[in-house]
């Protein structure tokens, strides 16, 4: 474990040394990559991001109402949907979803091109296959990923708004009014600030893994299976540890 752990940090210092570069040097930058992958990454996630924060909404208004309602006390169901889903499951559940999407595209792109010799004549040709392979890549999901997050706070707070009117006859103006007037913007910043990490996180597990791949089509198959549920397990266990950390410091 310290083995693979220091093998991550490793990948990691190369990402931002050859990124230090590139801003040093931003002709060594490839953006061309760099926005193609921002279309494959964030783009085409779009719709399956927003189609399960949407559902999420739905089920925490529907739980929440069947329990608040007996009390009296359905009104605080937008409390509830806001503060899950800005604070923890907007950006949680879409990091899970790009680290099982993208984690495996980058261990599969980067598993086959060392199958088949490519990353060895990159060097050959002079050509930093970091610079190359993994800035853009990497790069890309610290662009989409808080966009993301964003686009499922608010697919999940129309989904939640939606069962609330529905089911309670919360209208959507008392909903907004009762969001913005209960809802702190600090629950905003709390759920995106964690956006960053887990980009690198996945990025990083996929790269590694993608570099781990041997000559045969079963190493392939098994280090992208592996770099989904590393990744899926990190990021789950970066989102306890930042919310024990805003526990704590009580944001």
Not at 25 to 36: D, F, G, I, N, V
Not at 71 to 81: K, M, P, Y
Not at 204 to 230: D, F, K, P
Request: a positive charge; glycine letters at 10%.
């Amino acid at each position: 474990m310290f083995a693979y752990l220091a093998a991550l940090f490793g990948y990691l210092g190369l990402f931002v040394s050859r990124l230090a570069r590139a801003a040093c040097h931003p002709r060594e930058l490839r953006l061309t990559s760099t926005a193609r992958h921002c279309e494959d990454v964030g783009l085409r996630a779009v719709p399956i991001v927003a189609l399960m924060a949407f559902l999420i909404g739905v089920v925490l208004a529907l739980q929440g109402s069947a329990q608040l309602k007996p009390s009296g006390a359905e009104v605080f169901v937008v409390d509830l949907i806001a503060i899950s889903i800005l604070r923890e499951l907007g950006i949680l559940l879409t990091a899970i979803i790009i680290a099982g999407r993208t984690a495996s595209a980058f261990t599969a792109a980067i598993g086959s091109m060392k199958m088949r010799e490519e990353i060895d004549a990159m060097r050959t040709l002079g050509l930093d296959p970091a610079m190359v392979l993994f800035v853009p890549r990497i790069l890309a999901l610290l662009i989409t990923l808080p966009i993301l997050g964003l686009v499922a706070d608010v697919a999940g707070l129309a989904g939640g708004a939606l069962m609330a009117w529905a089911e309670l006859g919360i209208s959507p103006a008392m909903f907004r009014t009762r969001l913005i007037g209960g809802t702190d913007v600090t629950h905003v910043a709390v759920g995106l600030v964690k956006a960053p990490a887990f980009a690198l996180i996945i990025g990083i597990v996929g790269r590694h893994a993608g570099m781990q791949v041997g000559n045969s089509a079963e190493s392939l198959g098994r280090m992208t299976s592996n770099a989904v549920v590393t990744a899926i397990f990190a990021v789950t266990v970066a989102d306890a540890l930042f919310s024990i950390f805003f526990a704590q410091v009580g944001i």
